[in-house]
């Protein structure tokens, strides 16, 4: 059974400071993995997406990167700025429900950026 | 563009009452619809999933039930709401490999 893991659960930093947020999955045979944003009481919004074939992937501020064998992702956001703050979801998609996408969940990061 | 509307935002029922809660999905066609309900500290969970009209799979066995009675539109109920029902309802829709989210339900059984 796939297990997502996030970790840290909570984290608080200054402005303009870079960080990395962490998320870890036991089965390697996934199909995609996806980043999320979610501000308190809203829903989810897709920050990045990574195919199973890709390392990484950017946009902006921030950069993806995947590593299948280790089961690992880093979410990378250099120069962070106060409207960061939210929580960060990671989820991947097994394998065997590609053509669904049916997504499994961490538990997320709540990341506050100081002013 | 593709948006996703899902409403309502908030919702205090109490114990025992029907729920309908509805998503549509505008500019795709065919898309995979979601249900996912958020519990408080926890991470999300995926309820329910369909892949074209009248399909629809069950991922966890609970008091909920889904419906897609059209291509754009997503429909969770139940006959009667129990206290554990209470979360945070995220309807989601993907046509390839990327996932999208509505706003969310808010739901507190009473």
């Known amino acids: 059974k796939q297990e997502v893991t996030q970790i840290p659960a909570a984290l608080s930093v200054p402005e303009g400071e870079n960080l990395v947020l962490n998320c870890s999955f036991t089965d390697s045979a996934i199909y995609n993995l996806q980043w999320f944003r979610q501000d308190p009481g809203k829903g989810l919004t897709s920050l990045l997406l990574?195919?199973?074939?890709?390392r990484e992937q950017t946009s902006g501020r921030l950069n993806a990167s995947l590593d299948k064998s280790s089961g690992r992702s880093t979410l990378y956001i250099a120069a962070s700025q106060p409207g960061d703050s939210a929580t960060y979801l990671c989820?991947?998609?097994?394998?065997?429900?590609?053509?669904?996408?049916?997504?499994?969940f961490g538990t997320g990061t709540l990341l506050a950026v100081q002013p | 563009s593709q948006t996703i509307h899902q409403w309502p935002a908030t919702l205090v029922q109490p114990v025992g009452s029907p729920l309908s809660l509805e998503c549509t999905v505008e500019g795709t066609s065919n898309p995979n619809l979601y249900w996912y309900r958020q519990a408080a500290g926890r991470g999300l969970q995926l309820l329910f999933y369909?892949?074209?009209?009248?399909?629809i799979s069950s991922e966890v066995p609970q008091n909920l039930s889904a419906s897609r009675p059209q291509d754009r539109q997503f429909i969770l109920s139940s006959k009667k709401l129990l206290l554990s029902d209470s979360g945070f309802y995220l309807c989601?829709?993907?046509?390839?490999?990327?996932?999208?989210f509505g706003q969310g339900t808010r739901l507190t059984v009473v």
């Open positions: 989820a991947v998609g097994p394998n065997y429900g590609g053509a669904t996408n049916k997504l499994i």
């Open positions: 990574i195919q199973s074939s890709q």
């Open positions: 989601a829709w993907a046509f390839s490999t990327e996932a999208f």
């Open positions: 369909s892949v074209g009209i009248g399909q």
